[in-house]
């Protein structure tokens, strides 16, 4: 039990080191000290830092995967859930938000990190798929949600989930 509570802190800290200083930043020593822990704490429960990235994302694919699931439940209205979810995450709580996207981005340079984005893609292409289907129009909502989220982050304003529905409602249609 100890053992894993260690181990949820070290990820929590990995997310907390990435916020702070991007992917760069992560080293096993910092986020032993950002968990408060020996640092080789760090090293026994992740013996890379890939280990380290991979269980950082997958903390935060899950919570993801979780919403999206509810979202798919709900079978109505999927833009407007959608939309929240994005406008929540660019909104105040953004920096763990920048964190998820920086580590989603370096799944483009490390393939460890590819199956833990997919697991999120998929999950997204089935909320959406529950409007239609369109396999074109799933996988144009899938990249109208990422390309939302990252103009979310990069305007410190984020985008209005108003805003952000009426995209979503564009593509799939108002039966929605």
Same mark, same amino acid.
């Not at 990435?18 to 013996?47: L, Q």
């Not at 929540?88 to 370096?106: F, K, M, Q, Y």
């Given at each position: ?6 181990? @949820? &802190? !070290?990820?929590? #800290? /990995?997310?907390?080191? $990435? *916020? ?8 096993? +020593? ?24 991979? @269980? &950082? !994302?997958?903390? #935060? /694919?899950?919570?993801? $995967? *979780? ?8 079978? +109505? ?29 370096? #799944?483009?340079?490390?393939? $460890? ?64």
């Amino acid at each position: 039990m100890r053992g894993e509570r260690r181990r @949820a &802190a !070290l990820i929590a #800290a /990995t997310l907390r080191v $990435v *916020e702070a200083e991007g992917v760069a930043g992560v080293t096993h +020593r910092a986020v032993a000290r950002a968990a408060g822990v020996p640092a080789s704490s760090a090293v026994y429960h992740f013996a890379t830092l890939d280990d380290l990235l991979v @269980a &950082a !994302l997958t903390s #935060a /694919t899950d919570a993801y $995967v *979780e919403q999206l699931r509810a979202v798919a439940q709900r079978r +109505r209205d999927i833009p407007a859930a959608l939309a929240a979810l994005v406008a929540d995450g660019t909104g105040p709580d953004r920096h763990r938000a920048l964190a998820e996207c920086e580590l989603t981005l370096l #799944a483009v340079r490390r393939p $460890v990190l590819r199956p833990v984005v997919h697991r999120y893609l998929r999950a997204l292409s089935e909320a959406v798929a529950r409007c239609t289907g369109d396999p074109v129009a799933v996988r144009a909502a899938v990249a109208a949600v990422d390309g939302l989220f990252l103009q979310g982050l990069l305007d410190e304003r984020g985008i209005s989930a108003a805003e952000i529905r009426d995209v979503l409602t564009h593509i799939l249609g108002e039966g929605c």
